[in-house]
């Protein structure tokens, strides 16, 4: 039988390798510690078992996800890589203006600025991404745009880029969703699942939208935040 030679990875194959890296939950930037909500959907009764809570993050996607952080991923990153830094600021102040609670809007701080620290730890490795943050001069730099910037340095398209943006958000609401509801690690298979399938409607949807259709309105998610940041007893910090 004829050995079929692989071929050589070339530049997608380093571009694919940079988006997996970023995706991955080991990834420095605390999203762990968030469950947008899910939590006090959680604790008012909305979400209680595996269907509801599929349903739950599958609304979010589409209603918020898609609408606003990844529409903004999809154009920040052909901003970073023009240099359009006033491009850059537009986009990251309409992230930090339309957080409609206090909790979302830290948290897309926090991540946001330790995705910076990240890149400064790499040294010449992540010097490229943390240099051009910092020339931004983003006070701060909110998670969507921060991200943006660092996939603007690889090689990756912006279509592979919102699927790896968006699957990393999956896995860590489905993590939440196994400790807050809670579920087994069968059931968060199941709801990944489903995550992973309707991702590339989410992508088209994104990156179909302008600045005139972009859109953060999810009123009963705005409300579950306010109350979830004082709820007495809870695990992730939104």
């Known amino acids: 039988m004829a050995i079929t030679r692989m071929p050589e990875p070339g530049p997608s194959s380093a571009g694919l390798l940079q988006l997996l890296w970023l995706a991955s939950p080991t990834l420095p930037v605390g ?18 078992d595996e269907a509801s809570a599929a349903e739950w993050v599958l609304d979010q ?10 529409a903004v991923v999809a154009q920040a990153i052909p901003a970073w890589r ?18 409609e609670t206090q909790e979302f809007r830290l948290q897309a701080e926090q991540m946001g ?14 010097n490229g991404i943390y240099e051009q943050l910092k020339s931004a001069e983003l006070d701060p730099p909110s998670y969507p745009v ?23 958000w999956a896995e860590n609401m489905v993590q939440a969703a196994i400790k807050s509801v809670p579920l087994g690690q069968s059931a968060g298979q199941r709801i990944l699942a489903k ?4 991702m590339p409607a989410a992508v088209q949807q994104a990156l179909s939208l302008t600045d ?16 979830h940041e004082t709820q007495y007893s809870r695990l992730f910090r939104s």
């Open 195 to 198: 995550l992973a399938l309707a």
């Open 146 to 168: 921060a991200m943006a910037c660092a996939i603007a340095h690889s090689e990756a398209r912006v279509g592979d880029a919102l699927l790896t943006y968006g699957f990393s």
């Open 82 to 99: 023009e240099g359009n830094l006033r491009r850059v600021t537009e986009l990251n102040d309409w992230i930090l203006q339309t957080r």
């Open 212 to 227: 005139d259709t972009r859109q953060a309105f999810t009123p009963l998610l705005a409300i579950l935040s306010a109350q």
């Open 113 to 126: 600025r330790s995705l910076q620290t990240w890149a400064l730890s790499l040294g010449e490795l992540g």
């Open 31 to 48: 999203g762990f510690s968030y469950s947008e909500g899910l939590e006090a959907a959680v604790e008012s009764g909305l979400v209680s």
């Open 61 to 70: 996607l589409h209603l918020g996800l898609a609408r606003s952080d990844m």
